[in-house]
């Protein structure tokens, strides 16, 4: 039973139909055959694309490294499993559009060996500065989809002065259960990732946040944490979109973090389960992150699982081991269904953010026949980020999309609550998608134009110094001239 105060801080948000019984109650399968080829894009992660180190034909070990990171913000990427590297090209990316990005391809030895490891005997003696070091050198991005690169964050940790880190276990996007599995199975490794990135943070309190509708990971998490009194675990209300990080932060601290900052300046932090688990392997045993566990799930899966597989698998390997039935498929949800994306095909490589792929029949997907607005505000009730998404939308549809802009359509999260609760079923979401798509397409196009101009300025102030330097020299040359005629003149005047 929630108290009035803790009621006070959730805001908006739905109670999804779950769908993770499926899933939730099985071990994790960590028997996937290993793929012939995998297809290991340089982009998974918030940041710049890794850059390749390795050339065609190269033999590499599991765990070794394929491409550096880029700057400030990036992650470097591993071999999944040993084999030789036969391909760095272009291919399709997980992602609706589907366009071309920069993939190794491996081809796959069967041995699957291992490099040798670089871990250390004990990772509490590394510095702060070294544990961040190592996570980034790990290629470790937060799990839990939002991909930015742990090490960062554990840096900006210290710097601001971190007093908790919330651990994400909420898991509420419907069908996905590989969080939940993952707590149940391995809490004890989970739990020293936990103390490991406090350590990293130097900083002591954590809280580890778990849906009420996973007992049995709750109580894993909690006797794994019990040696240490400064990492607290609690259920939290299930209810979507609890694992945002806004609204957990919000419900765990009663802090609000401010439009436009990070939550790290208000002390707090937030890392995923999955993450906290990638640490762990990372600091005890020297293992970059080359694999991950996914919810494989759907109406039209007949042996839906969470499964640990090597990133860079297809996910038309993922289907068959699962026995997908394509003819049943309506729809393939990379991620949950509520902030997932639809892929166009099964030719898609899973990544460091993959954390369920979906195989949905048409009766699981809502009814397409969009009816008009009924002026219900059931929409802007549910509503995490308290906007007004029918006014956005109505305004999206004229294409005044600076007034969306101006209702906030920046601050949408694209959780689908407006979508889902939306009993004309009109695709609110996919509006503000595709409108803050267009915006920043626009934004980037006025950005260019203004690079352009500010070149051709460059170009024209670079040219007129030229001609005034000519000028200068054309006149210093006639003066020049000038003279050495006068004192010819003058030299036959003597004369
Ligand atoms: S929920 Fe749908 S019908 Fe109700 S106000 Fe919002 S857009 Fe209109
Ligand atoms: S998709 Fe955007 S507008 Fe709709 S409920 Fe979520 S945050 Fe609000």
Not at 51 to 60: Q, T
Not at 317 to 329: A, G, M, N, P
Not at 359 to 378: G, H, V, Y
């Amino acid at each position: 039973m929630l108290s009035f105060f803790s009621k006070q801080r959730i805001r908006g948000g739905v109670h999804a139909e779950e769908h993770k019984a499926a899933t939730a109650a099985l071990t994790i399968v960590t028997s996937f055959p290993l793929p012939k080829k995998l297809y290991i894009p340089l982009q998974q992660h918030v940041g710049k694309p890794a850059e390749p180190l390795i050339r065609v034909g190269d033999k590499v070990l599991k765990g070794q490294l394929l491409a550096y990171s880029q700057g400030m913000i990036s992650a470097p990427v591993h071999a999944p499993s040993s084999g030789i590297v036969i391909d760095v090209n272009d291919y399709p990316a997980p992602h609706p559009s589907a366009l071309p990005i920069r993939m190794i391809v491996l081809e796959t030895d069967g041995k699957d060996e291992w490099i040798e490891a670089q871990a250390v005997a004990d990772p509490f003696l590394l510095t702060p500065e070294d544990i961040s070091l190592r996570v980034g050198a790990a290629g470790i991005v937060g799990l839990g989809g939002a991909t930015f690169p742990t090490a960062v964050k554990l840096n900006m940790g210290r710097e601001n002065h971190i007093d908790t880190l919330i651990i994400n276990g909420s898991e509420c996007e419907p069908y996905l259960s590989c969080d939940d599995r993952l707590m149940q199975e391995r809490a004890g490794q989970i739990i020293d990732g936990v103390r490991l990135m406090l350590h990293g943070m130097d900083t002591e309190n954590a809280v580890v946040a778990i849906e009420d509708n996973k007992p049995q990971a709750f109580l894993s998490m909690q006797a794994a944490a019990l040696p240490y009194p400064l990492i607290k675990v609690i259920q939290i209300p299930t209810r979507y979109p609890m694992g945002w990080d806004r609204q957990l932060i919000r419900y765990v601290t009663g802090k609000e973090v401010p439009v436009g900052c990070r939550s790290s300046e208000i002390g707090v932090t937030i890392h995923n389960v999955g993450t906290a688990y990638a640490v762990h392997n990372a600091l005890r045993h020297g293992q970059p992150l080359v694999s991950r566990v996914i919810t494989v799930s759907g109406g039209a899966v007949a042996r839906p699982m969470n499964v640990e597989v090597p990133l860079g698998t297809l996910i038309s390997e993922l289907f068959s081991f699962c026995q997908v039935d394509s003819e049943l498929t309506a729809r393939i949800i990379m991620g949950g269904p509520m902030m997932g994306d639809a892929l166009p095909q099964t030719g898609l490589p899973t990544v460091k953010a993959t954390s369920g792929v979906l195989a949905l029949t048409q009766n699981e997907l809502k009814s397409d026949q969009e009816q008009p607005c009924i002026r219900c505000a059931s929409c802007v009730s549910v509503c995490p980020a308290g906007l007004r998404p029918l006014d956005m939308a109505n305004n999206i549809r004229i294409n005044q999309l600076d007034v969306a802009v101006d209702l906030g359509l920046k601050d949408c999260i694209s959780c689908g609550c407006c979508s889902y609760i939306c009993p004309s079923n009109i695709p609110l979401v996919q509006y503000f998608k595709y409108a803050s798509g267009e915006v920043a397409a626009r934004q980037q196009a006025q950005h260019k134009s203004e690079q352009t101009k500010r070149l051709i300025d460059a170009r024209n102030a670079r040219m007129e110094r030229i001609a005034q330097q000519q000028r200068e020299e054309e006149l210093a040359r006639i003066a020049a001239k000038a003279e050495r005629e006068r004192l010819k003149a003058e030299q036959e005047m003597a004369v």
